[in-house]
Structure formats: C-alpha cells, structure tokens
C-alpha cells in the first residue's frame, strides 16, 4: 500500500493493523452499528476513551454486560464457576429437541385443522374447550344424537388418515 493510503483499524488478539481508508470506513461503521445495538440493550458498556478498542465481536469483550438477555452459558454469580445451565432443572419441553417437536405438531394440526369444515373445526374447538355434549349441540344448533353421529366420524376419519396423530385423538375422544 502507498503511504498515504494506509489507515489502520483494532482489531484484538492483533492489535493494529494496516487497511485502506475505505475498509476502515467500513469496518468503524460496522462496529458502531453493532456498538449501538448492543449499547440499546445494555449489552456494551464501553466508555468513549476506550471506544477505539471497540472491534465489534461482542464476545469476550471486557465492556459486555448481560443487559436485557442472559445467556444460558452465563455465569450464576460472579465469583462463581456455574452456569445457568447447571443449575437449571433440565426439562424435555425446553430441549431443542422438544421445542422442535412441539412445533412440528403444531404445525402439522394446522394443516389438518385447514381441511376441515367449519363445523368440523367448532367440533374441535368445544370438545377441546371441554362443553359437555348438551352444551355442545346447543351452540351447533344440532340435536345431541346427530352431534354424536358427527363427532365419531369427525375423529374416525382422522385417526384413519393421520395414524401419527392417533394417541392425541384418543386423549380429545376420550375427555368429550
């Protein structure tokens, strides 16, 4: 590079190191944008006469503060080794694995839930609600017997077309 084309930027672990004054531009624009975002959300607590030490890799950076989100990787306490991890009662429902599968059956149920008719759908809803089936036939305008009729085929046509399924209609069929 020719002398009067280098400026040079932070960067830690390196130190100073030499660039062109547009990569600088760049670079320092893009640390105060994220500088501010996390500044925004307590997360940065660097004071101006240390804001040139400011690479933008929050990670591992001395000004870093939880702020407004706390990481499951922080620390309990300061003086302490243990992470919110460890000492967090360790769940199914909150496990990647869990919040996946919740996710998949909702939407799989949305999708069945589309292919529906509306009285159908209200079917669903009541016995979820868990009405009784005078209330039920009373709000669908429909004598109990016929009501019955319906709700056993409703739930026999979907336990026939969505075996994976099967288990939560049979805990919906059994509480109506």
Known sequence: MA???V?????????????SPEHKKDYENECARIRMKMQYHGECHVT?????????ICVGCPFRSAGKFVSIHDTVQTDSA?????VLPASEAYS????????????????????????ERQIIRL??????????????????????????????RL?????ELRDLLLDLISYS
């Open 3 to 5: 002398a009067q084309n």
């Open 7 to 19: 400026s040079k930027i932070y960067i830690r672990g390196l130190g100073l190191v030499e660039t």
């Open 48 to 56: 101006k006469a240390n804001i040139n030490r400011c690479d933008g």
């Open 82 to 86: 243990l992470t919110y991890a460890d």
């Open 96 to 119: 990647p694995e869990g919040v996946l599968a919740r996710k998949t059956l909702r939407e799989e149920l949305s999708r069945i839930f589309a292919g529906l008719t509306d009285e």
């Open 127 to 156: 016995v979820v609600a868990g009405q009784s089936e005078r209330d039920m036939a009373e709000i669908l305008g429909i004598k109990r017997t016929t009501l019955n009729y319906r709700k056993r085929q409703l739930f026999a």
């Open 159 to 163: 336990k026939s077309r969505h075996p």
